[in-house]
């Protein structure tokens, strides 16, 4: 049964660090450009960063930059987003999904044509 599982969030102080998983099983997520996206209460869903299904090129949301690394481990079929630095406004759930553009950090359709359950990052003081 081919699945995307999203793991490493939890609750953390402001400046802390933390690196999320986005694991996949039963397919080769090679095959895609993946990145990293958060939605927080009441808030639309954003996108947080891209990486090329080569790993070869990357983009961050502004409001990351410098802060959280994208990279991906072909031998593992998992992308990790290493967050350091993080802030209050970071507290959200995040989840991992294909990139449909990476210069845009737009989301193309969800592995398996749903949002999964993403994992949750709480920053407080």
């Known amino acids: 049964q081919p699945r995307v599982v999203e793991s490493g969030g939890g609750s953390v102080r402001f400046g802390e660090s933390l690196r999320l998983s986005c694991a996949a099983s039963g397919f080769v997520m090679d095959d895609y450009a993946v990145g990293w996206f958060r939605q927080a209460p009441g808030k639309e869903r954003e996108g947080v960063s891209c990486?090329?299904?080569?790993?070869?090129?990357?983009n961050y949301a502004e409001f990351v930059r410098g802060r959280f690394t994208i990279s991906r481990d072909k031998a593992m079929n998992t992308v990790y987003l290493e967050m350091n630095n993080l802030k209050f406004e970071d507290t959200a759930a995040y989840y991992c999904?294909?990139?449909?553009?990476?210069?845009?950090?737009?989301?193309?359709?969800?592995?398996?044509?749903?949002w999964g359950q993403g994992t949750q990052v709480t920053v407080s003081s």
């Open positions: 999904a294909p990139c449909k553009k990476i210069s845009t950090l737009e989301a193309s359709r969800p592995f398996f044509g749903s």
């Open positions: 990486i090329s299904n080569r790993g070869d090129l990357t």
